[in-house]
């Protein structure tokens, strides 16, 4: 098997532009009538907003308008709604200036006020699958992979949660399975065998600039 790019010199063809400043970004884009928007989001990880006041923002020459949950559809197990009254994580956006520039958006945020509820919440998977664990979100504690389909609630008795504290992590059945040599005698021959859990954080690959919409 011959392969295109493995082991060539080869030039990709974006990186003259890229490392002579050429490469145009969201932000190098402009048309006619464009505003910008920027978004409230929550400070704390769970909570339920009970008062929104942008009276102030809306009165700031520059403000287009300001969009919260009340005004864009809601659908009742989506797990990442664009604008929420129930934010389930620092960062969630709660509402969304349109100004006529980025500063006079960004002054708009500022000069809106809201009062929360804060709610329970959860860090760790694991915590919220104790007996009493805490919900991430007001629904349950288990959705599916597109998190659209109802949420449901689990909770693991005190002695599966004991068992992950000892080292005995449950094992479920693997919606789709491929094997590729002998695993047994990979672990049998091997020189060493180190077994461990670690987390990391999820991120993009080599990210030239933030998510963006024109």
């Known amino acids: 098997m011959a392969y ?3 082991g060539k010199d080869f030039t990709p063809p974006d990186v003259h532009a890229k490392v002579t400043g050429k ?3 969201a932000e190098d884009f402009k048309v006619d009538g464009m505003l910008y928007a920027r978004l409230l989001t929550s ?6 907003i009970l008062n929104l006041d942008v009276s102030k923002a809306l009165q700031m020459e520059g403000v287009v308008a300001i969009l919260t949950a009340d005004d864009v559809p809601q659908m009742p197990n989506l797990a990442n709604p664009i604008l ?3 934010p389930s994580y620092v960062g969630d956006p709660i509402l969304a200036v349109a100004a006529i520039n980025e500063q006079i958006a960004e ?5 809106i006020n809201f009062d929360f509820e804060a709610l329970p919440f959860t860090v760790d998977p694991l915590s919220s699958l104790q007996p009493d ?7 349950g504690n288990v959705g599916n992979s597109t998190m659209q389909d109802e ?3 689990i909770h693991w008795s005190e002695q599966d949660i004991q068992a992950i504290k000892d080292g005995e992590m449950p094992e479920g059945e693997a ?3 491929w094997s590729v040599g002998n695993l047994e005698t990979g672990f049998a021959d091997a020189a060493y065998v180190v077994s461990e859990s670690f987390v990391t954080a999820s991120f993009s690959h080599n990210s030239m600039e933030p998510r963006s919409a024109l």
Not at 107 to 111: G, K, L, S, V
Not at 133 to 139: D, K, L, S, T
């Open 43 to 48: 400070p704390v990880p769970h909570a339920r």
């Open 4 to 6: 295109k790019l493995i």
């Open 107 to 111: 002054n708009a945020i500022e000069a």
């Open 84 to 86: 929420t009254n129930e």
């Open 133 to 139: 664990g805490p919900h991430a979100r007001q629904q």
């Open 151 to 153: 949420f449901k609630s």
């Open 175 to 177: 919606a789709r399975e």
């Open 23 to 25: 490469a145009k970004f």
